[in-house]
Structures are given as structure tokens and as C-alpha cells.
């Protein structure tokens, strides 16, 4: 193909002022915008939708012993790792380890001693609690040794390479931990541990994950995983290619693990002992988005489940990402799931998988996500005997099922409610308390019992004996079941009550009336009271009592959904907002609630919860709350029942609310719900943060694609602002309109990799996933794509422009510098080819077998910025029409080299800080030359002062080609697969390589040559 002519016609190498002046102020307005959107979605961000802090302050004495017997002998790792225990001053005082095992892994940049909070409270609650007072219920509880890794807070987040490295160290560290029990002496009761407990902050959850999957995973060593804010369902950042290939390859062991396909006659499941749990902090977390900790896609309920932190009870409270692991109620909550699933007489030195998980689900979830889950699991077999005198069962005092106060009282008092004798399956006894629910007989508290008229069976299930007789009188006993197990601790809600981890709670009981139709009474024995309190009971039907709201509709977006409770419906409601699933969306609610006439029991206490994963927050006093949630996100996988047009066949996944009122109260209330639209745009980032490197380089490439096609075809290479006003003019209104108006079965076909996970049921009852294709580029497959989009779009656009600025204004100055200091321009003669195949050899050499491609990539950037400089001097000195096009040449490949920074940046940071502690050791991945190689020579090339040469036909087509292909694939693919951005520029680059070689030649412009 015959290369286009090197003149251009004479009117096309200059712009008028009045063109200049028309396309300055386009470029200004959309960088405005920009600047504006931006502006506001940081507003967002950092001051609405915030939940609030409440970790209490903590206190410890921490030692470590390092243990210095693992050394290189036990693994290659160890002359760069480390391996500690925990001791906690005043409890722990053997050096030796003479517990339970557990190691804790600390996540990126973390140091191992982040153990210390967890391992501090689990030494006292075992000696303080279960040794002093032996109130723990499980018995065979033995005191915990922490073992924790120092990876010199390696930046596991960036490098899967690193990842894989302490996975299979921390492997080698549980063979080495194990071998020391072996020769410490044991009770005979007790067995020496063969698998070691595991507690995993951010990254450090995914390298645990890692280990069950290398080859020198020893079997059965690891059978219990907590992770802390670990994000499992998708890597936070998409820049390196090892690390997206480790978590697929991960995921999908865990996933073919436990979900078989159909048609395998033999299945094998190397973790199905393992129990996964995995706390979320919510949105406090602003390092890795709480949507990621979802174990749903991979890990059956039967192993696992993900629980935020709000949703624990006692602990009711977001947590950001380095509290989680020393947040004072987040660590008691976790230190008791240790000691109570620990069992030193097991060589697995815990119990079954089935208790283990009941414990896990009685502790950190909230009880009232599947109510119905107690009868299924529940006998009810009469465990309390109740021994009553001086009256007769006749004569006890009956209640209604309404509230009831009482006051302060030295004796005991017994009130009880008659059970009506129901079997529909919607209808519940609910019973809501300021009081204390105890097993058998306390102070100061209440007991809470369903009995039958008369007594049935002997003693032998008798656990608990209430005698309310005195020893000269009659007496006459029931037997009754003790309710206590299944009552869930709500926090309390008054006046006085701001939050929901206040202190205070309330208790509550529910069960339906069809599974409790054996007993007669529910009895309440109200012990020595030191205050008054009260007793709220309802018969609730939950079909009656459950509303809908549409928030999202037309008619309410703006306005608002509006719903009145009357006092006639009762002290409980349940609402479900329509179609709230995604996480983008933030809505606010209002209770308009006036005080009740009487003295008021409690002021409304509101529940917002969905459940996968399980969140639920807490609102007591509500009044006016900010609702945000973690639901359907952009790319995480989910289960969920799917259809064949890819549209969610159920409606599980809503948003609900739960709301408790004062039944007694005679005012009716009303609750308002709107969307948030400002307090939303703060969702954006967490979950969009690549966005900002990936629709940008979209831009870039398609303006590049304008100004090589003008430079092709008229021979001036224009300016980046000029081309980019041309882009906004007749490009950009284009592809926003296409972004709003394409239907999502369209855009489904430029979709990423199927990220949704349908939920079925073989004939065998065997829960499986299966893959269905449902999310587009941006993760969603909702209307909200027809917004999301273009914002991006718009944001991407005006940040372009606003860097080419910023950039052109600072090399300007440098320039100026250079000048006053009267520093001579460089020349480059004729000789550059050989310097340019030295450097070339180099960065190869470098690349192959030391350093990453990565820091030959941002190299190769300072040395095109010292080339802009010199042609910034170059044009001042003689502004002709060759200069023009080789500066503004220069200034656009600078764009493209900066915009691809944050794809390199992470990789080269891990480098450098690899190389200022370990100078001597070769980096350990990314040592493929060719990754880089064409970059360095193409601005090698370029900076000798040949400009591109002009082309045409199909070679110009080509370029064009590249350009809307790495435009259309950082749109619709960058997100979650950026790594390959700096593949497909890199192609690009050679390309051009390409272009000089068989259309360069030593006459075009050496543009300095003149400028010695």
C-alpha cells in the first residue's frame, strides 16, 4: 500500500482563533462537569450514607515468641518470612504452645501483629470465664494458641505471585506447628492436634483459601476458616494477571468441590469439613468493598455463609477494614465462636461440621432471619418442672396477648397467656421484653415457658427445676419447655437510645402457633425485680402484617413511598421494598411516630436485613434513617433463581424491613421511603474505582483514532484539545445516547465472563450452580446502566482533558525552567539507532531476568516526559509546521502512557519496595520482555526525533481498527480484566513499530537535528 503523501494542504495547518477559542470552551465546560460529578460523588462518599463507629476501646498485654526453629530446613519462604506466638502477658505463661492452634494470617500490607486483639481476649475469656467460672457451655475447651505470620507487610493485593508464595509457606508453617505437639505431653482425655484453626484478615482470608489448593496442602489440616473483611467473590483490583488467574482457579476448586456436575458419577470433595465464615464490616470499610466477602457463588449454607458485623448480636455496628480485627465486641464475639466449637479430645481439636456451624449461626446471626428453622430443629420436649402452691393453676393470673407493664416487686410473680390452638401457618406468638431471659431460676430476671395443664412424663429430661412452694403448703407441678435457647436479643429502643451498640437490649421470642399446639400456657415467672419493665405479647399473622413498598416505581422516585400503620394492625409490621436490590441505590426513610397518650413502653425500633449475605442493621428510636445495604453488586456473583431471559424469577433478594411499635399506643404511624439519589453516588466509588482508569483510555484511544486519521489523510498531527473538542462534538453525544437507549439484551453481547450463578435443583435434591450469562460491562444487568454509563462517560471525558492540562501546563513550566537556566536543548544525530537498540537491550536483559515489565513500562513514561520537554523547547524555538505536529504527537502518546499508569503502578510499587528490603532477589513474576519491549522502542524511536510516518488504506484502517478496539474492550471488559489494557496498547505500540520500519525513513523529520 503506497504511503500517503508527506504534503498537506495549506489552509489545514492552522486553526483560527475564533476555532481555538469555540473549542477551548467546549473542552472547559465538559471538564466543569466533570469536575462537578466528581465533586459530588466525593461529597457522597465522605459524608452521607456513613454508618456509625462504635467499637469500644481494648486493652492488652501481648508478647511474641519467635519461633526460630522454622527455618529454610521446613521451607524455601522462611529466609524472607516469619512465624511468631502469641503470648498474652499474666495468662499465657508457657513459651511452649500447650493449647488449641490457630493461626491467624494478617491481609495486605498487615502485620502479624494484628493478632494481638483476637488472641489477648480469647487468653482471658478461657481463664477468667471457662476456668474460673466454667459458665461456658462447652466443656472440653482448652486455651487457644495464636500463632501468627509475618510477611513483612507484603502487598498481597496487588501480586498473585506473593499471594501463592505465603500460601504454600503458611502450608510448610502447619506441618512445622503440628510437629510441635507431638513431643509435649497431653491428658489422656486430650488428643494432639492434627488441624489448625485459621483466621484470615482481608487478603489473608484469600491466602488461606489459597492453601487447601497447592500441592503441599497436608490433608485435613485446616477444617475451620474465619476471614475479616476478605474480599472472595472478585480480586479489589483487576492489574495483575496472576491475580485474577488465582482467583478463578480458586473459586473454582471450592465451587466444583462441593457443586458436583450431574453427569460425575463419583464426586470428590476434599473440603466438605471445612466450615468458611466469612465477617463483613460494611460500609465503614473503605478499602475493600463489603460486597466481595460474599461466599454464596462457591460454599453451600451447609459450610458457610457471610454475616456483616451489624448484624451480630451485642455487636450491632459497622466496622471498617483495620478495626474489624481489634474492634472490642467484634473480637468477643469471635473469640466465643472459638472457644465453643474448640474440643481437645477430637484430633481435629473441634467439633463435627454440623455443630461447629450451629454455633457460628447461633452467634453471629441475628436468629430472626428464618424463623421457621426452630420448629424444624426444635422437640420441644418438657425440660422444666415447675412446682407451684398455696393456689391452683385456676387461679393464676391470665393476660391478653397485649403489652403489659409491671412494677418493682420483691417476690416473684407468675402471669401466663393461654395459647390458642391454631394450625394455620402464617400465624405467630411473638413476645417482646425489656427483661433478661434465663434457663431456670435468676435474679433479677424472667423466665419465659410453654407448659401444659398437666404434667406429663417423668423426670429423667428434667433439666431445670422452678419451685415457687413453701415447705408447709400444697403444691402442684407442670412441665413446661424452657424457651430461653431460642430467644433473640434485640437492642433495646427508648428515648435515651441513640444507637443501636449502646448497651441496653431487649428480648424476643416467636413461634408459630401450628408447632406449639401441644402446650396450653405460655407462662412468664417474673423473678425478684429491682425496675420496672414490660411484657409485650401478639398473636401475629405474618400474611396480615406484611406490606409492600415501591420506592423505585415512577410515580414514587421522587416523591417517595408512603405506608400507615394503624394501632389496629398491631406493634409489628413487615415491609419489602420492591425491586431494592442493588447496592448502588441508598434510600431514605422517615417514621413519623407521635408519643403515645400513657406512659410508653418503647419507641419504635426499626430492622432493615436481607439475606445473602446476611445484613441487617438496627435502628432503635427510628425516626429519620439512611438505608443502605449490600445486595446485588457489579460483578459479584450471586445465587438466585434466574430465568431464560436472564430476570430474576424470585424476588428474595429485596430489601425488607421489620418495624416494632408499642401496641398499647392509640396514634396511628407513618413511614416514608425515597430514593437517596445524592447519597447514593457515594456507592459509585467503592465499587467503580477501576472505572477511572479503564473509561478514560477509552477516550484516549478514540481521540488518538481522530488524530492519526487527520494526520494520515492531511498531514498536520493536531492537538489533543482540538481532536477532543471534535470527539465531544460528534462522538461523544453518540455513544451517550447509545449507552441510555440500547436495550440490556443488546449490550449482553459485549458482556465480561457469566458472573451470575442460578440456583437449581437436580431430581437427587442436590443444590448446584449453574453459569448464566446475565451481567453486561458494568456488572449489572439493571436499568441503572442506562445512568451508570454515560456518568462515566461524561466523568471519563472531562478527566481527560482536565489531565492533558495538567500535564501540558507542568512540562510547559519545566521547560521554562530549563530555559532560564540557559540549559542547552539536546540534539540527537544520526548515531540514535544504536542507543536505541542499547537501551532496547537493556530493559530486555532487565525484564528477563530481575525486574518486571512494569518498571520498564514506567521508564519508558519518564523518558517520553524528558522527550515532551525537548520538543516544547523545540516548538519555541521554531513553531513550524513539523515541530507542531511532532509536539502535539508527543503530548497525545504521553496521554496514553499516563492514562495506562494505574494499570502498571501496583506491580512496579511492590517491586520497588521488594527491591529497598531485598535488593539481591530476583522479582518473582512478570519476566516476559515482550510485554514491554515494543513501548521502550517506540519511544526510543520517537524520541530521536522521527515522527510517525503518515500511512494509508488498510494500514490506516488498521490503526483505527486497534484504537475502537481497545476503546470498546476497556468499556465493556477493563473493569474486570485491566491487565489485558496493557496488552492491547502494547500491541498497538508495535503496530507502529511496524509502521516506522516499513514506512520510515532516515529523511522524515529528526525534528531536533536543527536545534542543536
Known amino acids: ?181 507431638s513431643s509435649n505431653p497431653t491428658k489422656d482425655t486430650e488428643s494432639l492436634p492434627k488441624s489448625v484453626i485459621i483466621i484470615g484478615h482481608s487478603m489473608g482470608g484469600i491466602v488461606a483459601r489459597t492453601m487447601l489448593t497447592l500441592p503441599n496442602y497436608l490433608p485435613d489440616s485446616i477444617n475451620t476458616i474465619l476471614t475479616l473483611s476478605t474480599p472472595h467473590a472478585v480480586p479489589p483490583e483487576t492489574f495483575d494477571w496472576d491475580m485474577v488467574t488465582i482467583y478463578d482457579q480458586i473459586n473454582n476448586y471450592w465451587r466444583d468441590s462441593f457443586f458436583c456436575k450431574r453427569e460425575l458419577s463419583k464426586c470428590e470433595n476434599n473440603l466438605d469439613s471445612v466450615a468458611l465464615i466469612s465477617i463483613a464490616g460494611g460500609k465503614l470499610d473503605q478499602v475493600v468493598p463489603s460486597d466481595y466477602a460474599s461466599v454464596s457463588s462457591f460454599l453451600p449454607s451447609t459450610n458457610g455463609f457471610t454475616v456483616f458485623t451489624s448484624s451480630i448480636p451485642k455487636v450491632w455496628t459497622g466496622v471498617d477494614h483495620l478495626a474489624i480485627v481489634w474492634c472490642d465486641q467484634c473480637r468477643k464475639a469471635i473469640a466465643r465462636a472459638l472457644l465453643e466449637i474448640v474440643d481437645v479430645r477430637q484430633t481435629s481439636q473441634t467439633i463435627g461440621l454440623h455443630d461447629r456451624m450451629a454455633v457460628f449461626t447461633r452467634l453471629f446471626m441475628t436468629g430472626l432471619e428464618q424463623p421457621s428453622l426452630k420448629s424444624s430443629l426444635n422437640t420441644f420436649a418438657s425440660d422444666t418442672l415447675v412446682t407451684f402452691s398455696d393456689f391452683s393453676i385456676k387461679s393464676l393470673e391470665k393476660w391478653k396477648p397485649v403489652s403489659q407493664s409491671f412494677n418493682s416487686s420483691r417476690q416473684p410473680r407468675i402471669q401466663l397467656i393461654d395459647i390458642p390452638k391454631r394450625y394455620g401457618q402464617e400465624e405467630y406468638i411473638t413476645v417482646l421484653t425489656d427483661r433478661n431471659v434465663f434457663s431456670g431460676k435468676h435474679q433479677d430476671g424472667i ?122 394492625d398491631g406493634g409489628f409490621a413487615e415491609i419489602r421494598l420492591t425491586d431494592a436490590t442493588s447496592s448502588i441505590l441508598s434510600y431514605k426513610l422517615s417514621v413519623v411516630h407521635l408519643k403515645c397518650d400513657h406512659y410508653e413502653l418503647f419507641t419504635p425500633l426499626l430492622r432493615q436485613f436481607i439475606e445473602d449475605p446476611y445484613e441487617s442493621k438496627y435502628f432503635p428510636n427510628a425516626q429519620d434513617v439512611e438505608l443502605n445495604f449490600h445486595g446485588s453488586a457489579p460483578f459479584v456473583p450471586i445465587a438466585e433463581r434466574i430465568d431464560q431471559n436472564c430476570e430474576r424469577s424470585d424476588r428474595s433478594r429485596d430489601l425488607r424491613l421489620q418495624i416494632w411499635l408499642d401496641p398499647n399506643c392509640s396514634h396511628h404511624t407513618d413511614i416514608v421511603i425515597k430514593m437517596d439519589l445524592l447519597g447514593s453516588l457515594g456507592n459509585l466509588v467503592m465499587r467503580y474505582r477501576t472505572a477511572l482508569a479503564t473509561f478514560p483510555l477509552a477516550v484516549v484511544a478514540i481521540v488518538l483514532s481522530i488524530q492519526f486519521n487527520r494526520y494520515n489523510q492531511e498531514g498536520i498531527f493536531i492537538s489533543f484539545d482540538f481532536a477532543f473538542d471534535m470527539f465531544s462534538k460528534k462522538i461523544l453525544p453518540v455513544l451517550i445516547i447509545a449507552l441510555v437507549v440500547l436495550p440490556a439484551n443488546f449490550v449482553k453481547l459485549f458482556s465480561s465472563t457469566p458472573q451470575s450463578l442460578a440456583l437449581e435443583k437436580d431430581e437427587a435434591s442436590k443444590i448446584k450452580l449453574t453459569p448464566v450469562d446475565c451481567y453486561v460491562g458494568l456488572g449489572l444487568n439493571e436499568p441503572l446502566n442506562s445512568v451508570i454509563g454515560p456518568l462515566f462517560l461524561i466523568i471519563a471525558a472531562g478527566f481527560c482533558i482536565t489531565l492533558y492540562y495538567v500535564l501540558t501546563g507542568l512540562l510547559m513550566i519545566i521547560a521554562k525552567l530549563l530555559d532560564l537556566l540557559s540549559l542547552k536543548q539536546g540534539s540527537l544525530n544520526s548515531g540514535s539507532r544504536l542507543r536505541i537498540f542499547g537501551m532496547v537491550s537493556i530493559i530486555f536483559g532487565s525484564v528477563l531476568t530481575y525486574m518486571p515489565f512494569q518498571t520498564a513500562y514506567v521508564v519508558g513514561f519518564l523518558l517520553h516526559l524528558g522527550t515532551c520537554v525537548r520538543t516544547i523547547r523545540a516548538r519555541a524555538l521554531s513553531d513550524t509546521k513539523e515541530t507542531t505536529s511532532y509536539s502535539n504527537g508527543s503530548l497525545s502518546i504521553m496521554m496514553l502512557l499516563a492514562i495506562l499508569l494505574p494499570v502498571n503502578i501496583p506491580i512496579f510499587i511492590v517491586w520497588v519496595r521488594g527491591f529497598l528490603f531485598q535488593w539481591n532477589v530476583p522479582f518473582s513474576s512478570h519476566h516476559n520482555p515482550l510485554s514491554v519491549i515494543p513501548i521502550i522502542m517506540f519511544v526510543e524511536l520517537f524520541g530521536s526525533g522521527e515522527m510517525v510516518p503518515r500511512v494509508s488504506g488498510s494500514w490506516s484502517f488498521g490503526s483505527s481498527v486497534i484504537f475502537y478496539y481497545l476503546a470498546v474492550y476497556a468499556c465493556f471488559y477493563g473493569m474486570m480484566n485491566a491487565y489485558w489494557l496493557h496488552y492491547i496498547t502494547n500491541f498497538f505500540y508495535c503496530w507502529l513499530i511496524v509502521v516506522y520500519m516499513r514506512f520510515g525513513k532516515k529523511k522524515s523529520g529528526k525534528v531536533f537535528e536543527k536545534q542543536g
Open 1 to 181: 500500500m503506497a504511503r500517503a503523501d508527506a504534503a498537506a494542504p495549506a489552509n489545514t495547518s492552522s486553526i483560527s482563533p475564533t476555532e481555538q477559542c469555540h473549542h477551548s470552551r467546549l473542552n472547559v465546560y465538559i471538564a466543569g462537569i466533570a469536575v462537578g460529578l466528581l465533586s459530588a460523588i466525593a461529597y457522597s462518599f465522605l459524608y452521607l450514607q456513613l454508618d456509625t463507629k462504635g467499637c469500644k476501646p481494648i486493652y492488652m498485654a501481648p508478647s511474641y515468641t519467635l519461633i526460630k526453629n522454622f527455618d529454610t530446613k521446613h521451607s524455601q519462604f522462611s529466609s524472607k518470612y516469619s512465624l511468631y506466638l502469641y503470648r498474652e502477658q499474666g495468662y499465657d505463661f508457657s513459651p511452649e504452645p500447650d493449647g488449641i492452634p490457630v493461626l491467624f494470617i494478617p491481609g495486605n500490607a498487615g502485620s502479624y501483629k494484628q493478632a494481638r486483639s483476637i488472641a489477648a481476649e480469647a487468653a482471658h475469656a478461657y481463664y477468667d470465664v471457662i476456668r474460673e467460672k466454667g459458665v461456658y457451655p462447652n466443656k472440653n475447651a482448652k486455651n487457644l494458641d495464636f500463632f501468627t505470620a509475618d510477611f513483612n507487610e507484603d502487598l498481597t493485593a496487588f501480586h498473585g505471585r506473593t499471594l501463592l508464595d505465603q500460601a504454600e509457606y503458611l502450608n510448610d508453617a502447619i506441618a512445622f506447628i503440628l510437629s510441635m505437639y
Open 447 to 568: 423466665n419465659i415457658l410453654l407448659c401444659s395443664k398437666e404434667f406429663v412424663g417423668g423426670t429423667e429430661q428434667i433439666l431445670h427445676s422452678i419451685s415457687l412452694a413453701t415447705s408447709d403448703s400444697a403444691h402442684s407441678n407442670i412441665s413446661c419447655f424452657d424457651t430461653a435457647s431460642d430467644i433473640v436479643i434485640l437492642p433495646a429502643s427508648t428515648s435515651a437510645v441513640r444507637h443501636a451498640y449502646d448497651g441496653d437490649t431487649f428480648s424476643y421470642l416467636k413461634y408459630r402457633l401450628a408447632d406449639i399446639v401441644k402446650f396450653d400456657y405460655l407462662v412468664f415467672i417474673l423473678s425478684d425485680t429491682s425496675h420496672e419493665g414490660f411484657i409485650s405479647t401478639e398473636i401475629v399473622d405474618s400474611t396480615a402484617q406484611s406490606y409492600e413498598m415501591a420506592p423505585l416505581s415512577i410515580d414514587n422516585i421522587f416523591r417517595g413511598s408512603r405506608l400507615q400503620l394503624t394501632p389496629s
